[in-house]
């Protein structure tokens, strides 16, 4: 069952959750996305070129932050269109974890479409990553 | 404006390999039954799979020096997918790239290529607009 407009207002948060990122997580990204830019699994190169360490793929973090919404909606199908602002970088230790969160909230209802607009809010230890991420959901 | 890139045909394993790294649980994108049951031809993308249809056409981009564009200085800006339909596994998808803008921002260019991504019929399945910073030398 998809979540109905009626019920819906904006401001409510739809879904949270956290994801928790590894090095594993980066390198399973880069087969399965074809990216093997090496900042996203090798430190030497990641520091070679500047960055405080090895990062994780902006589309990674766009992938996953989508997910809660889908988790709410049922059906990926009801996503119709989806942006981001990669703002900051997601630095994903050797060892261990980081983790990446993330609150929806209904940013606009349009009624007349049966649709609603989606805000992200993703962060990592209290900072936001991404920047005007929005999903626009068919409710229909 | 660029030539279409190859078709790129979606294949099952591909979505279920790309839905695990995006922590896509949902059982539509790994599951051809439910994929079906929710009214699917077979199992359906991530939102953001058509990025690995964007890939090739960018290169495109990147590789033509006429763009001028030094691969090592770019920066992903922003990224977008605007859809008309779902893609499942099954589709024969095929990329061509535009350039939309070209803006330069304080030494930095930015760039925004749209790739239309279209099925086998010809008929629109998602856009995908990418933003990418050129950063500029030192």
């Known amino acids: 069952m998809s979540p109905a407009i009626g019920e819906l207002a904006v401001g409510d948060v739809v879904a949270e959750s956290v994801f928790a990122l590894s090095r594993d997580s980066l390198v399973r990204y880069a087969g399965a996305s074809g990216d093997f830019n090496p900042i996203h699994y090798r430190d030497d190169v990641a520091i070679s070129v500047g960055l405080p360490g ?87 | 404006m660029f030539p279409s890139v190859a078709p790129y045909l979606v294949g099952r394993e591909k979505v279920r390999e790309f839905a695990r790294a995006v922590f896509a649980a949902n059982p539509v994108h790994s599951d051809p039954s439910a994929a079906r049951a929710a009214g699917y031809a077979d199992v359906v993308a991530p939102a953001t799979f058509p990025v690995v249809i964007q890939e090739q056409a960018l290169e495109q981009l990147l590789a033509d020096p006429q763009s001028g564009i030094d691969f090592s200085r770019v920066v992903h800006g922003d990224q977008r997918f605007s859809y008309s339909r779902p893609i499942v596994a099954g589709d024969e998808l095929t990329a061509t790239l535009s350039v939309a803008s070209v803006k330069s921002l304080g030494g930095h260019s930015m760039v925004t290529a749209e790739s239309a991504i279209v099925d086998a019929s010809g008929e629109h399945v998602v856009t995908a607009i990418s933003t990418l910073v050129v950063r500029g030398e030192e």
Do not use: C, N
């Open chain 1, 54 to 140: 090895v990062l994780a793929h902006g589309m990674l973090t766009m992938g996953i932050a989508v997910q809660p919404v889908v988790d709410w909606l049922g059906d990926p199908g009801r996503v119709v269109d989806y942006q981001v602002r990669f703002t900051r970088p997601v630095l994903v230790p050797a060892e261990g974890t980081v983790d990446v969160r993330v609150v929806a909230k209904v940013g606009q209802l349009d009624a007349e479409a049966d649709a609603a607009r989606i805000d992200l809010t993703v962060t990592v230890s209290g900072e936001t990553v991404l920047g005007k991420a929005q999903v626009r959901v068919g409710l229909a």
